[in-house]
């Protein structure tokens, strides 16, 4: 079972790091297609639009599929997308390319956080949804700075051909080592919709949305931010990306291990302090070692929200978790889109570069206030069900039992 979420880990390895990747080799590919970097910025935004709607459309697409088959073909469509990047001869076809690749992005870790879940006891889900999300983080901590510099100094086309054997190595570990899980019987496309009429699977996707909203407020202007605020020269940004890198592994085996113990308390801690953290980013930025240190936590606390909250969405879209699963993976890029917009109004305003750092502040504290409702909803959910049992008088149940 460890080797088939290693499986699973490997294949999310690769889709990080394609996903991270392209935005440290923008340059390089503006030049070789002779367009300028901002054009060159739909490659990024492509590809988060592909994983918004590409995963509902793949997880439809495939709701008659055992999923392991579906991992499988996912895996084939990752590695289509990144070797016609990799071999495009126009910018429009490389562009064709990222958003085949970023189709398989979504449904892959949606489907694939159902299956790890499905592979351990019920106990250990959020830790084993964890392990395949680690794949993720260590892409930004490895493979990305490693991407960036191999397509810097051997080309850019050759980064993407790497990740596409990447994918291949993720492909065959999926069809060696993830064993066949069989669908839960008679669950149809109308079971994986009724999902969304739960309003506790709704809050779980609107608090990722904000949560990691708030990550991606501060980080997507972390290099000008860090190098004419802190006052890091321009090659440092990497390195910093790396130590952003470092925390997310922690805080998402953290977020896993402890998720499984106390998932609600897990969800309090960790966005109530990363709101904390991004509103003193705006003193810290402007020193060094401060930031360095406030950009790590800020990485810990936003990714220990990822297996609490996916393993949320899969509790209460039980039976039929693979659609929903798969739209909450779609929810944090909504969220990277939606910060990343927000960052640039207000630097935009004239308000500097550590204003968005205040956006993500409040985007964090809003997922708290969400997390407290979802708290509070759930609890008196439970309280008029307990009265309604309560209300049969006992020798009445005993009877009914008895017949």
Known sequence: MPLALLALAIGAFGIGTTEFVIMGLLPEVASDYGVSIPTAGYLVTGYALGVMFGAPLMTVLGTRVPRKRMLMLLMGLFIVGNLLSALAPAFAVMLIGRVVASLAHGAFFGIG??????????????????MMFTGLTVANVVGVPLGTLVGQAAGWRVTFAAVAALGVVGLLGVARLVPDVPRAEGVRLRHELAAFKNVQVLLAMAM???????VFAAITYIAPMMTRVAGFADGSVTWLLVLFGLGMVGGNLVGGRFADRALMPMLYISLGALSVVLALFTLTAHDKVASAVTLFLIGALGFATVPPLQKRVLDHAHGAPTLASAVNIGAFNLGNALSAWLGGVVIAAGLGYTAPNWVGAVLAAAALVLAVVSATLERRGSASRGVVAGSVPAEQRSAAVHH
Not at 113 to 130: Q, R, W
Not at 208 to 214: D, N
């Open 113 to 130: 956080s159902v299956v790890a879940a499905d592979l351990v006891a019920p106990h250990k889900k959020a830790g084993a949804i964890a």
């Open 208 to 214: 990722t949305v904000l949560g990691f909203g708030g």
